[in-house]
């Protein structure tokens, strides 16, 4: 066992504390406390042009979706870490009646793909050809997302959600001191030259205050504007991204580009003491587990436990524990694997998972055919409310920060490296992390499993709240806790994103706690219950909006762990 407070964080959180240590980590506690309120629309992102842009699409009259569409696009010129282009994501969507929908942009494996794609020529498992380079890019789908999500439910001219970024991108913006240090830190450690030029000024790294332009990525998005996703997939960007695949060992097509399609799905609903929770469905794992999760924790008075108390934090990780061990056993996507997406979400099912509680000692999570691998902290979340009530949740990633690194020649843009979310191989796992089982390998056309979980809460009938956050696994986690601190501790959304967070994921077997999450005195009791325990780092950020019952205004609560986060109203 660990001595308590241990420096011993999950790597989601030692990862989120290496990059805290270009942008400069925020106190989670002692911040302010109040939300950012409007009588209209409002938008909480990770950068504050971003929730801007959206915010004046509102103001413009559009709706949601085309506040959503906008501020995406937005955070692909501000937000380069993540905010994309070339990767994927998931948008979740309540309508004023009630009525829910997703749109499904998550990036597919190309029709190349197959389950041993990352064995060298000896049959030996390589992390590096799995996570970086060409053959670790999947096909892109967030323009053909924003597309459809636009003609299905945009009311706004296209042309003006995609002008506002073509225009940041052509003639650039101010770099914050975080974000300069950002891309300065990723010119410096990437190998292609594309990126280095997209990311320096001949070679210069940029200072704060200084003005950035993407110029190539200016006229793809002028393609974008021009012919929507066929400005993407088809044409002159497809053929640019296709030639740099080719140059670079990736399999990538123009055919797969082509073929490329996101899909409408049902988002997985559930309940939560009188709450309607609705989240995304497979590919993603993160609403059936944050589902399973509220149902374990509904039995439970967790109020009367104490916020971050040992008991809670004890309670919170025996539930994420057994709704990580499903997430392995049967997640991946629906498509092509039978997911029991009903039977994981079911309170029979929650009931039958919590009997096996013990209130005072922890379990024990055995390695048997499935494993945890890293995955990086760098995604992002936004909100949107509108002055109507639809409300749109958004994630989306390149997953790592920056993605694959590689900046298409010619188009300006950074691919992702989502097909590090596949499993590395039949029959793999073992005990360092690898993940062998069935469901979740590469095959064509298949979408790679994700935690990312946009979510929606609504309370007789009407819209309460907007959540979800980055963080690889922890996403889900992070997620459930924003809930948790709304309707079972009464926070208000600030105080509900600021709350210091915790994150268990089966394996490995350990509790990691945010910094400031937990007294010494807790963390003792926890590993006296048997627990390993990790406190440090930072864990996601929740960009939420709740909406205040009695007075209808939108509450904007942007996360001060990330330090160009802003909420705007309108
Ligand atoms: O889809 C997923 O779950 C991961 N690729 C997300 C990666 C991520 O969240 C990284 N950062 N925040």
Redo the contacts with the bound molecule.
């Keep these: 066992m660990r001595s308590a407070r241990s420096r011993a964080p999950s790597l989601a959180l030692l990862f989120t504390a290496l990059a805290a240590l270009t942008a400069p980590a925020v106190p989670v506690l002692g911040q302010s406390v109040e939300p950012i309120r409007s009588t209209g629309g409002m938008v909480a992102s990770q950068q504050w042009i971003a929730s801007q842009v959206g915010a004046d699409v509102l103001a413009a009259g559009g709706n949601a979706v085309d506040a959503a569409i906008a501020t995406g696009f937005a955070l692909a010129v501000t937000h380069p870490t ?1 905010g994309n282009i070339g990767g994927g994501g998931f948008m979740v969507i309540r309508f004023p009646n009630g009525q829910t929908t997703a749109i499904d942009f998550r990036e597919k494996a190309p029709l190349a793909a197959h389950p041993e794609m990352w064995l060298d020529e000896n049959g030996a498992y390589s992390a590096t050809m799995h996570h970086r380079g060409h053959l670790a890019v999947g096909v892109p789908g967030t323009v053909a997302g924003f597309d459809k999500a636009h003609r299905l439910y945009g009311r706004a001219d296209w042309n003006d959600l995609v002008d506002p970024s073509v225009d940041l991108a052509a003639d650039g913006f101010e770099l914050s001191e975080a974000l300069a240090r950002s891309i300065g830190g990723f010119a410096r450690r990437i190998e292609y030259e594309a990126s280095k030029a997209a990311f320096t000024r001949n070679g210069t790294a940029y200072e704060p205050g200084d003005t950035w332009k993407q110029p190539d990525l200016a006229r793809t998005l002028q393609r974008i504007r021009d012919a929507r996703s066929d400005g993407f997939y088809r044409g002159e960007t497809a053929r640019l991204l296709a030639q740099e695949m080719q140059r670079g060992g990736g399999i990538i097509t123009e055919e797969d580009l082509d073929r490329y399609e996101a899909r409408e799905r049902s988002p997985v609903t559930g309940t939560y003491r009188g709450y309607e929770v609705i989240s995304m469905p497979p590919p993603s794992s993160g609403g059936v587990a944050i589902i399973s999760m509220l149902n374990m924790l509904e039995a439970y008075d967790l109020r009367a436990m104490g916020h971050n108390s040992p008991e809670y934090i004890h309670h919170l990780a025996e539930a994420m524990r057994r709704a990580f061990r499903d997430r392995a056993a049967y997640l991946a996507d629906a498509d092509f694997a039978d997911v029991p997406v009903q039977k994981l979400t079911s309170k029979e099912h929650a009931e039958w998972l919590r009997r096996s509680i013990d209130p005072e000692r922890a379990s024990v999570s055995h390695p048997s055919d499935v494993d945890s691998g890293y ?5 992002t979340h936004y909100s949107v409310v509108d002055a109507d009530g639809m409300a749109v949740s958004v994630t989306y ?1 390149l ?2 920060g920056y993605g694959s690194g590689i900046v298409v020649p010619g188009a300006g843009f950074l691919l992702n490296n ?1 097909m590090g ?1 596949f499993n590395a191989g039949p029959g793999l796992t073992n005990a360092t992390g690898l993940i062998g089982t069935k469901p979740n390998l590469a095959r064509p056309g298949q979408r790679m499993l ?3 979980s946009p979510s929606i809460l609504a309370r007789d009938g009407k819209l309460f709240a907007v959540v979800g956050t ?3 696994r922890t ?1 889900i986690n992070t997620t459930l806790q924003v809930i948790l601190n709304l309707i079972d501790f009464d926070m208000n959304v600030q105080e509900a994103v600021n709350a210091p967070r915790i994150h268990h994921q089966w394996l490995p077997d350990r509790i990691s706690i945010e910094e400031g999450g937990a007294t010494d005195e807790t963390v003792r009791r926890l590993e006296e219950m048997g627990h390993r325990v990790g406190v440090g780092g930072t864990q996601g950020s929740a960009n939420s909006i709740a909406v205040d019952p009695a007075t209808g205004e939108r509450l904007g609560a942007p996360d001060p762990r990330s330090p160009d986060a802003g909420a705007r109203g309108r």
């Design positions: 993540a995955e990086s902290p760098e995604t990633t997953e790592s989502e979310d994700s935690s990312m980055p963080g690889g996403i």
